[in-house]
């Protein structure tokens, strides 16, 4: 008995040390810098990144290129960091680029052409073991992460673009840029099946598309350029009901800390507008309060740590591009040229 008595408390005693050396400390991580996606003139060949280091508040340009002695290629039109590495679709080159997420060193490159015939890659999205790439071929391709290859296609609507994740679904805007008449759809794509369960139709040539955390979608509707003007469309996607509509020109729409941030898009004002989710009223119909110029808002991303908006200004989409940080106030912490490039469309953040 007395040595059961002693081998019960030496368990105790395990147990108790156990569950001290058991508790995992996540260390959280630390954001070194950004990313900047810089699309370059279409036919040129000249898409770059620029990686603005903060510990040095100094941009390297053409980043990829200097260290792996060879460039992007041709249009560069998304571009994410998920599982350690970097993805950069190229539209017009037909791939997607994967290189190493903190050195940009190459990686592999994941072909969208096939018998000569590019797919068009649009837009990337990342869920669970894949990521994933619209294209204007009416497609959206699944990529596994770790193989890197294309492990199924999934037909959607027309010439789909940009897409959001909400729940167990991908909401994929239908633009119908290509074709002879404009769509106007966003496809559901179940994450789980990794098949499209159904489209919603919101308004006509859908572009731009945000989630929130209530289980709504915002979408961009551009129009038809001519008679059909544009529109921002809120849906639900516990229904796909639209619980709301207005006619407004929007770009680019991100949800951050219960507001959307906005660019104005195709004959929208040469702003990042701040507007409520529930009635699309202006928060802020400015959101610089500093009065920093931005000539052509392009991109649009934000930071959702600290609330830094990022915007890339295209100008004149043929002269070297500028990116500005603010802070959550509209306030210019600091900006940065795109030299060689043009047309800095995306920001991502660089984190160890």
Known sequence: MKKIG???VAALVIIASCKKSDVVKTTPKVTTGVYSLNQGNYGS????ITYYDFGTNFATTDY????????LGDTGSDFIIYGGKMYVVMNVSGNVAVANALTAKFID???FT????NKGPENIAAYGNYVFVSSTDGT????????L??????PVGENPAQMAVSGLNLYVSNTGAFSTSYDSTVSVINLVSLSETGK????????????????NIYVACTGDYNTIGASLVKVNTNTNAIEKSADTAVGIVRFYNNNLYVTGGYLGVAAVRVLSTTDFSAVKTNFVSDGTSIINPYGLDIDNATGDVYVGDAKDYVSSGTVFCFDKNGAKKFSFGTTPSASPIKVVLVQH
């Open 6 to 8: 002693i081998y019960f």
């Open 45 to 48: 060949n000249n898409t770059t």
């Open 64 to 71: 990829y290129k200097n260290v792996n002695g060879f460039g």
């Open 109 to 111: 490159t994941i072909s």
């Open 114 to 117: 096939s018998g000569g015939i």
């Open 140 to 147: 959206v391709s699944v990529i596994d992460t770790t193989s």
């Open 149 to 154: 290859a294309i492990v199924k296609s999934i």
């Open 200 to 215: 919603i139709t919101v308004g006509i040539n859908p572009g731009s598309i945000a989630a929130d955390a209530s289980g």
